[in-house]
């Protein structure tokens, strides 16, 4: 069965500093992986994945994404944060091999910028 | 276009009592999503549409939960008798693909609070 792990409930991150929010994924086949972030009061919004070629995806907002198969993560980067970044961001793993459109999320990460 | 609308915003309901969570998708897409976020929880997958497919079940909590989608478009989700562990807010996404193992990433609507007293 595919599974989606966020280990941070929480990251706190000072403005200008890099920021890292943590994913790891478990399938059984070859994963389709997402980042998607929750903005206060807001709706989900779609910020980049990952099908397949090169491991660093770069998406929305400045933000990119490391998919890494032998540790089986993907873990949401961005340079430079804003205070602005702050928001829910949730990890998302859609199996391949079985097809479909299931999609299994993680249970999401806080991220609080502090100016 | 308009996005992924949902109604009512808000639910409040007592409990054992049956409600309806509406849903409208992205004019054309193909596939439909509901979700349930509980304070503090993640995303919990509950059903998925796929045009005239059968839809994937798989995560409806209990037979209490039902969905339907009409005519490959709007969807509703039906909680009967009401218990206040299903107080949440329900997120329905929707996808314009058709195929199966798409990459199709997914729109989601602003979600509708369901309060059971």
């Known amino acids: 069965a595919q599974s989606v792990a966020q280990p941070e409930d929480q990251v706190n991150v000072a403005e200008g500093n890099p920021l890292t929010v943590k994913c790891t994924y478990s399938?059984?086949?070859?994963?389709?992986l997402f980042w998607y972030v929750q903005y206060p009061n807001r709706g989900l919004q779609f910020l980049l994945k990952?099908?397949?070629?090169?491991?660093l995806v770069k998406g929305s907002y400045g933000f990119e994404a490391e998919f890494n198969k032998s540790q089986t993560s993907f873990h949401l980067k961005k340079p430079s944060a804003l205070v602005s970044d702050s928001a829910l961001y949730f990890c998302?793993?859609?199996?391949?091999?079985?097809?479909?459109?299931?999609?299994?999320f993680g249970a999401g990460t806080r991220l609080f910028v502090k100016a | 276009g308009a996005g992924v609308s949902q109604s009512p915003s808000n639910k409040v309901t007592e409990k054992g009592k049956d409600v309806e969570l509406r849903c409208d998708p992205i004019?054309?897409?193909?596939?439909l999503y509901w979700y349930r976020q509980s304070l503090g929880q993640g995303l919990e997958f509950l059903i998925y549409?796929?045009?005239?497919?059968?839809?994937?079940k798989s995560g409806l909590p209990s037979d209490r939960f039902s969905a339907e989608r009409t005519g490959g478009s709007v969807s509703t989700l039906t909680i009967q008798r009401t218990q206040q562990e299903d107080s949440a807010v329900y997120l329905c996404a929707s996808s314009p693909s058709g195929s199966q193992g798409s990459t199709d990433t997914q729109y989601f609507g602003p979600g509708t609070r369901l309060t059971v007293l």
């Open positions: 549409f796929q045009g005239n497919s059968a839809p994937d």
């Open positions: 990952y099908i397949t070629g090169d491991n």
């Open positions: 399938v059984s086949g070859n994963p389709y």
């Open positions: 004019s054309g897409h193909t596939a």
């Open positions: 998302a793993v859609r199996d391949l091999r079985t097809g479909g459109f299931k999609t299994i």
